[in-house]
């Protein structure tokens, strides 16, 4: 499996995680951020708590950072808002997960928007948007990458409720 095939799912697993405990928040909750570290058959789930999710952000991201190239692989997971730039569309929920693998020169970014329970009931939007670089792929390359994600989704155990949650297919 090459590093960013081995990031792009360990990044699914993570998203499923993330996924699964903004499912089942209360409104006016978002979830703390977390980063998720492996190294040989031994994973590590870190929260960063603060006194802003800003805060716990910076932190995780720092943190993240730090053990770049120490262990196997990370993901970050944070809940944030996201707007298009140029857009009069009001900014969408989003759960935003960066993604590294040994040999990998810089995270991959995975972006799925949501809509929170407090506006109803918990239902994931659009497909998975798929940054590398820091930019969005292409509509031909993230066909060929969604499935990477779509087996790292599948591996974690709330995976099974990913299809449920969607408003739309993957």
């Known amino acids: 499996m090459s590093p960013l095939d081995d990031a792009l799912r360990f990044g699914g697993f993570v998203l499923a995680h993330a996924a699964w405990v903004i ?3 209360e ?17 590590e789930i870190i929260p960063f708590e603060a006194q802003s999710q800003e805060e716990a952000i910076r932190l995780g991201k720092q943190k993240m950072a730090e053990l770049t190239g120490s262990v196997d692989r990370w993901a970050f997971a944070r809940e944030g808002l996201w707007s298009i730039l140029g857009s009069d569309s009001p900014k969408q929920d989003v759960v935003t997960v960066s993604a590294w693998s040994a040999a990998l020169d810089e995270p991959v970014i995975l972006r799925q928007a949501f809509s929170p329970r407090s506006k109803g009931r918990f239902t994931l939007i659009d497909p998975v948007v798929i940054a590398i670089h820091g930019t969005s792929c292409t509509e031909e390359i993230q066909s060929k990458l969604i499935p990477i994600v779509s087996h790292g989704i599948a591996q974690h155990p709330q995976g099974k409720n990913w299809a449920g949650w969607y408003s739309t297919k993957l």
């Open 23 to 25: 499912s089942d928040l």
């Open 27 to 43: 409104s006016g909750e978002l979830l703390c951020p977390i980063g998720v570290v492996e190294v040989a058959d031994s994973r």
